[in-house]
């Protein structure tokens, strides 16, 4: 089914824009942005503007939710419509309260995960793509886990703390997994030890990640997700932690 702007959306010719802060002030281009969005040959222009000036390194006002309904219009029109759903998805995983009605983030929230569940089935994507889009498909249930994969997994580590010694754990992709240490891997690499994967997975958004992610044919990411669901010894203080509970004492 298209989609359709709900009627609690700012329309692109509403006065409004121009009164929401941002980062940077007033936006005057702001509407043109938006506008660009529905073409194919300005849509990654529209785009890179909107990551730079109105989710500015992650920051998210009002003005910054309210572009995401116009953003997943033009998903409608896009051939490739990763870099939008990110976007949505970066957004919605970082939000705060806003004076943005509830149900026009409800509506952004079922259609980007709607959205990149699809996506992820149509296959041919990169590993970056994946990652991105299974962030994306857990932003319902597991927004600090949505946020957190979005900026740290691709090719980097994801950092952790210990909930029994409070220090830090670096956890790193692996081609079997994942691996864990005290020290910063890229110093030390000899002290990255292998996480054996959870015979079961118990943590829903997990499992909703690992099945997406064998969908999208990645297995490898499959294998390193569902080792976030394990209980491994800490490599500081040697007691068990759940890594994905450690993630989110980072
Ligand atoms: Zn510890």
Request: contains cysteine; proline residues 7%; charged residues 20%.
């Amino acid at each position: 089914m298209p989609l359709t702007l709900p009627p609690e959306a700012l329309p692109i010719g509403a006065a409004r824009w121009a009164e929401l802060p941002s980062s940077f002030g007033a936006l005057p281009k702001l509407t043109s942005w938006l506008a660009g969005l529905s073409h194919e040959d300005q849509r990654a222009q529209s785009m890179e503007q909107l990551w730079g000036y109105v989710h500015h390194q992650g920051d998210v006002y009002d003005l910054t939710l309210w572009t995401v309904p116009h953003v997943l219009l033009a998903t409608e029109h896009a051939t490739d419509d990763t870099d939008l759903l990110a976007y949505a998805a970066s957004v919605l995983a970082q939000r705060e309260e806003s004076a943005v009605p509830e149900s026009l983030v409800a509506w952004c929230v079922d259609n980007v995960v709607r959205l990149a569940i699809e996506r992820l089935g149509s296959g041919g994507l990169s590993d970056e793509d994946v990652v991105a889009l299974l962030a994306a498909s857990v932003v319902d249930v597991d927004r600090a886990l949505a946020g957190r994969l979005m900026l740290e997994f691709t090719g980097e580590e994801l950092m952790g703390t210990c909930p029994v010694c409070e220090s830090e754990i670096y956890i790193w992709p692996t081609d079997e997994g994942l691996a864990v240490s005290s020290d910063d891997p890229v110093g030390k690499p000899s002290a990255l030890r292998p996480v054996d994967a959870p015979a079961s997975l118990t943590t829903p958004s997990i499992r909703r990640l690992v099945s997406l992610a064998a969908l999208a044919g990645a297995p490898r990411i499959a294998e390193q997700l569902q080792c976030l669901d394990a209980r491994t010894p800490c490599p500081d203080c040697g007691e068990t932690v759940h890594l994905l509970e450690a993630v989110r004492a980072y």
